[in-house]
């Protein structure tokens, strides 16, 4: 058997295997063998018609391809070991010349990243701190939260006053597009339809008002509405001290709701933005780093991507056909429309996994059974049903807890935390 190979693009090498002609003669004979004792040949017992009698019975061409399968995978399996190569997935037969007899396979490759200096990426930390304003806006909520509302009898509509109406919306087809009860405050709060606050002022209890509004947005349109003003109230906002401090939780003063609110919103503005700086981190890795992978790989992620847009269809009570009768789409042009989120939810996992390697990190496998335990049970599976989900779902689990651990190793290093230094050649 000779071998020959060619390095081609995307982590893939093109396999030439020429077997020998001997080789090719005992494959025939063990073929024809098995043909001549599986199957009645005129005159002779199964098993005893000689080959040449076989081999006229059922046609050269016929013995000659099904040892042609044979040796395809048995040659096949003896060049990658020869060669030492562990591919990603099957190989792919591209065409056999039929003498000598040549196998020509596309063998798709593991994937290659090459991280670079990674330990001296670096990215300036700051997450932003609350403003005043926002403290003051949240305060500003809380009053609101807490307002003093009298209802009154008789009165009208206007400034100041909180205000509950009752709305007939329809469009220029006489179509109602909104039927409903709504309360806010006059001047202080957006009104359920832009225009609306001009056309009810000065309106008494139980008075009903007829009139049109143009409404803008997704659906510009005009629309004829008939309001009748159902209540009016009396509007206080308490004043911002301690009693309203003492009002909204467990505090003495002002000034310790203050400090809460301020503590409340630099830990939600924090988490945001640890976030957002860790996205920003590993993006600038993925950019830097020298990322190969097989045509195969990305046609797998494609798979799963439909496969996720399914279940989410199936949720929603419809299927892929429709969603894509919908879009006037075939399902190779929504392939080809998911291919982006494919490559890059691929780069960044092969960059998160060299990344482990690299590092040496590891997931406790209690950590993995716990968080596996979990999931079955709010899936709710079934002592059988677990044994096929959990192999797959622990290396899902495994997986995710890995690039979660390297994720927070990277943000690390970004931050030139303690011990943190570039690597040298």
């Known amino acids: 058997m000779r071998i020959t190979t060619e390095t081609l693009a995307h982590r893939q090498m093109m396999l030439t295997i020429e077997v020998d002609s001997e080789r090719v003669k005992k494959a025939m004979h063990k073929v024809a063998q098995r043909f001549a004792e599986h199957y009645d040949i005129p005159g002779f017992r199964r098993g005893k ?138 001047g202080q709060e957006d009104p359920p339809l832009n225009g609306l606050e001009e056309q009810i002022i000065g309106m008494k209890v139980n008075e009903t008002r007829t009139f049109e509004l143009s409404q803008t947005g997704d659906k510009p349109q005009r629309l004829r509405v008939e309001a009748t003003l159902t209540g009016i109230s009396r509007y206080f906002l308490p004043d911002l001290d301690d009693a309203l401090a003492q009002t909204v939780g467990d505090f003495e003063t002002l000034e310790e709701l203050r400090a809460k609110i301020r503590q409340d ?9 640890d976030s957002e700086y860790a996205e920003r981190v590993l993006e600038t890795l993925v950019d830097q780093a020298e990322i190969a992978f097989p045509p195969q790989m990305l046609e797998e992620e494609i798979d799963d991507l439909v496969e996720d847009l399914k279940n989410f269809l199936r949720q929603k009570g419809e299927s892929l056909e429709s969603y894509l009768k919908a879009r006037n789409q075939t399902l190779e042009a929504l392939r080809a429309e998911l291919q982006p989120q494919a490559e890059r939810r691929i780069r960044r996992g092969l960059v998160l996994y060299q990344l482990a390697r ?68």
Request: net charge negative; hydrophobic share 40%.
């Open 49 to 186: 018609a000689p080959y040449e009698v076989v081999v006229r019975t059922f046609g050269h061409e016929v013995i000659f391809e099904e040892a042609v399968e044979i040796l395809s995978q048995e040659v096949y399996r003896e060049a990658l070991d020869q060669l030492g190569l562990d591919p990603y997935g099957p190989g792919r037969l591209e065409r056999i010349d039929p003498e000598p007899l040549t196998f020509h396979v596309i063998v798709p490759l593991k994937p290659e990243v090459r991280l670079g200096d990674y330990r001296s990426l670096r990215l300036p930390y700051e997450p932003p701190e609350p403003t005043e304003e926002e403290v003051a806006e949240v305060l500003e909520r809380l009053r609101r939260d807490h307002a003093i509302i009298e209802p009154l009898s008789e009165g009208v509509a206007e400034p100041g006053m909180m205000v509950t109406v009752a709305l007939r919306a329809s469009d220029a087809e006489g179509k109602v597009v909104l039927e409903d009860e709504f309360s806010f405050v006059f």
């Open 265 to 273: 919103l630099a830990a939600h503005k924090r988490r945001r933005y």
């Open 358 to 425: 690299e590092e040496g990190l590891s997931v406790p496998e209690e950590t993995v059974e716990h968080e596996a335990q979990a999931l079955r049970q709010r899936i709710q599976a079934s002592e059988t049903a677990w044994k096929d989900l959990e192999p797959r779902v622990s290396a899902t689990v495994r997986s995710r807890l890995l690039a979660r651990r390297a994720l927070e190793r990277l943000v690390e290093i970004a931050r030139g935390g303690p011990g943190i230094t570039a690597q040298t050649e």
